[in-house]
């Protein structure tokens, strides 16, 4: 019979799981907080598509561009428009995934990294991610990670 490591806890404590609780529900307010603001260089796509349908006509030089410049510019605003938002909700959807992975204490490395990535976001992912960072390095919470899904409660 193999015996448990004496320094790593079979239980969580009841602090350290409500404060995984607490993490896992902020994840998904900022992560719909992100979602939600990644959404803003729709902006920039419909300026691109505008720009390209030539319903907003561009200058250059104080006259009117010519239509390779046009397209240039539309495309430009299209696709920087279109990873800005492609990124913003990856990100936020990897945050909340990362929520639903803290409340069911599995893949603590994701956590780790969407944790991390999430201090990006001024201010509220910045306080997020540090809070998440603490927990997370705490010995006893990595062991309740490792832990088999049989004794969760």
Not at 5 to 15: F, M, V, Y
Not at 75 to 87: D, E, N, P, Y
Not at 142 to 148: I, Q, R
Request: with cysteine.
């Amino acid at each position: 019979m193999d015996a448990p490591l004496p320094d790593a806890p079979s239980t969580l404590s009841a602090e350290d799981a409500s404060q995984l609780r607490l993490l896992s529900i902020f994840h998904y307010v900022v992560a719909g907080l992100t979602g939600l603001f990644s959404l803003f260089p729709l902006i920039h796509v419909g300026i691109g598509i505008a720009s390209l349908t030539g319903a907003m006509p561009i200058n250059s030089n104080g006259g009117p561009a010519s239509p390779g410049e046009t397209q240039l510019f539309g495309w430009i605003f299209i696709v920087i428009g279109s990873v800005l938002i492609l990124c913003g909700l990856s990100l936020a959807g990897f945050m909340a995934y990362a929520g639903r992975c803290l409340a069911r204490r599995r893949r603590h490395t994701l956590c780790l990294v969407v944790a991390a990535l999430s201090c990006m976001l001024m201010p509220l992912g910045t306080v997020l991610g540090v809070f998440t960072l603490i927990v997370l390095l705490r010995p006893a919470v990595k062991a309740a990670f490792d832990a088999p899904s049989s004794t969760l409660p």
